[in-house]
């Protein structure tokens, strides 16, 4: 695990390798997801990593493994937000049971885990709306409590471009119409100056 140093700093800062406790989270894993709440990191999925969600107290430099109850399969290739006291996981293929390799199969749910019940939940089936896809890239609009989720690789192995908008207290996906843009994957995009920003991956 690394840190950034001190963003407010007029020249670069240095990346600094954290020395915390590897005895839960000696793994190397990829096509993970991780958000941010209360003083933890919060990381779930992906291909190599352990079953379960893990997080990462900040203060203490500790990883503890989170035991959930109605937890999900593990997913790779996904893309993860918070909202009011919960993680969303949207997208992503489905890890085989030994952890390290994704299968084909598309997850075609989005799921909501509990910050602090630690329960899991299904908030949505996206068959129909955005549509199953992995390698995608989302943010969120924090000031209106919705989600932005751009582009990845459909089922049938093809590049999307399709911008769709999800708006948290009601559950509901509406696609957005915009000018060209190229199909992508494995972008990585951001909210910034009332503009969504999406920068590189593959066409």
Known sequence: ?????????QTAPPWVMLQCDGNLMSRRRAYHSMVGYEGKLWVWGGVGGRDGM?????RSEEWVQVKGCNEPPSV??????TDNGHMYILGGVLCQGSQTDQTTTFNRYMYRFNLSSFSWSVACDVTEAPGTRHSHCGTALPDRRKWAVFGGVG???????????????????????????PKMASS?????GGKIWIFAGEE
Do not use: C
């Not at 695990?1 to 407010?8: A, F």
């Not at 471009?161 to 000018?179: A, C, E, K, R």
């Not at 990585?188 to 910034?192: F, I, L, R, V």
């Open 1 to 9: 695990l690394r840190s950034l140093g001190n963003m407010k700093q």
């Open 54 to 58: 893990e997080a990462y107290d900040i």
């Open 76 to 81: 790779a290739k996904h893309i993860a937000v």
């Open 155 to 181: 089922p049938d192995n093809s590049l999307l471009n399709d911008l769709w908008i999800y708006t948290f207290p009601t559950g509901i996906w509406s696609q957005v119409t915009v000018g060209f843009i």
């Open 188 to 192: 990585a995009m951001a909210e910034g």
